[in-house]
């Protein structure tokens, strides 16, 4: 006698993908604005933090009292026509429209979609006043810049003096976000360029400056005088 059929093999059990096993993400708020002389607190820490990661420590000397009186002095100048600041704020939450400033600059406001929520161990330190938002707005960074000029051009531009974001929010896409607002503004006023310099043991930041279409101008080297150098020229009779 035929042996009987063996039975159908079961059917697959329903595939169920439990929800904590999808890719999740996260929105953060971020907001670039003119710098007011009461950030100047947060300006100074950013800078102390920029000093430590450049190696540079040595050579800092800046207090809050001397970063007001030169850079928000009595009756300041207009934005952009001497010493700028932009400040990098971050949220949680969205943020809303605040009282402008200046009318020549209107804030930038982007959200950021990361994977894992940042954690910030300076949260607290850097908590901004400025408004506009919940009550967890932070400062990750800033760009300092001011104009200078080109002969060959005949044209201003702008030389960055100092572009900094906190080590928990870099590689997010701010230092992207600081340096492309300053190179916003000098095109919205017909500047010719926009310069700066870095440290050539930076690898990464130089890769990132070429990446975003800077030319790293290996030919040039910076010359300074400072220090009892200068000093010295006090008295020259010239």
Not at 120 to 140: C, H, Q, R, T, W
């Amino acid at each position: 006698m035929a042996a009987a059929a063996p039975p159908p093999p079961p059917s697959p059990a329903p595939s169920v993908i439990s929800e904590d096993l999808l890719p999740t993400s996260h929105n953060l708020f971020s907001r670039i604005r003119l710098a007011k002389i009461a950030d100047v607190p947060h300006i100074h820490k950013l800078i102390h933090q920029m000093a430590v990661f450049e190696r540079l420590t040595h050579l800092f000397s800046a207090t809050e009292s001397s970063l007001s009186s030169t850079l928000f002095p009595p009756n300041p100048p207009q934005p952009f026509t001497s010493f700028t600041v932009f400040l990098l704020e971050v949220s949680r939450t969205p943020f809303v429209s605040i009282d402008q400033i200046n009318p020549s600059f209107d804030p930038v406001y982007k959200t950021v979609m990361i994977d894992v929520p940042i954690n910030d161990p300076e949260a607290e330190l850097f908590k901004s006043g400025a408004g506009g938002g919940g009550n967890d707005i932070v400062v990750a960074g800033f760009v300092l810049f001011f104009p200078n000029y080109s002969t060959f051009l005949a044209k201003p531009g702008f030389y960055i003096e100092d572009i900094f974001v906190r080590e928990c929010y870099r590689r997010k896409g701010f230092g992207k976000m600081l340096l492309s607002a300053v190179a916003a503004q000098a095109a919205k006023m017909g500047y010719g360029r926009v310069e700066w310099v870095v440290l050539d043991w930076n690898v990464n930041a130089i890769k990132f400056y070429e990446e975003m279409g800077a030319e790293v101008m290996k030919e040039w080297r910076v010359c300074r005088l400072t220090g009892e150098a200068l000093q010295t020229f006090a008295n020259v009779n010239i």
